[in-house]
């Protein structure tokens, strides 16, 4: 049983990392795809070889996220310490929001007006799109702090005529970003919490329903369920399907 399929003894933290290791290849990919379209409209600069390291640093990071979200929902992680998967959730993101800021720190100083929006541009909707770690906390803030804290530091470093709307942009988007990710992992991880409690509820009635309380052993329902799973079975797959019935006589003395 790995560390989604738990069915008891999960806190609310940990069913937050499940949520978002679940949907860590999508947003892997997506900063790839991102990134790519950004080298694309700064490839008439000529630094091309910068910009094909700065692609496959972000893939790097990407098959980095992929492989730690593949190991977790496979439970090859469900014996190393709690203290790895909080690493992996938060340190990882972290990595991919340095590098994409690194990025356009480095873009910043030589990129044409153009350039710069595509950049800007593609930098906020990462952001935007980073909602989705917002299931889980340190996974969102790792990722856009660190991004947008470069940029700003590169419009610094590189001033531009536009650079104070840019940076008050950026700054703004950074504290709406966290406020109201902060608010919807609150609700998110309540909602997770909730369907977690409702399973094991659900769980539970299922076991009550299908056993003797007498006995603990399979009811007459389990029996039922079981024997009309068999046949459907044995119906697909073409094959015999064999019953041994025993007779115990004077079975109440078993009983009492």
Known sequence: MNDKQATSGIRPAALARAAYFGSAHFTAAAA???????????????????????????????????????????????????????????????????????????????????????????????VMGSISNAVYWPAHVGFFVPLMGLLVIGLLDHPRPESPVLIGGAVLITALMAVQGRALGRRLGEALSLAHENQQLAHRLATLSHTDALTGLPNRRAWDERLAGEWARARREAHALGMLVIDVDHFKQFND
């Open 32 to 126: 790839v795809v991102a990134g790519g379209l950004v080298a694309s409209a700064f490839w008439s600069s000529g630094r091309h070889g910068g910009l094909l390291l700065w692609v496959a640093a972000l893939a790097g990071v990407a098959v980095l996220r992929s492989s730690s979200a593949l190991a977790f929902n496979r439970g090859w992680l469900a014996q190393q310490p709690e203290r790895l998967h909080e690493l992996l959730a938060w340190v990882v993101p972290a990595l991919m929001g340095s590098v994409w800021g690194l990025g356009g720190w480095w873009m910043l100083g030589f990129g044409e007006p153009g350039q710069v929006l595509v950049l800007i541009s593609f930098s906020i909707g990462a």
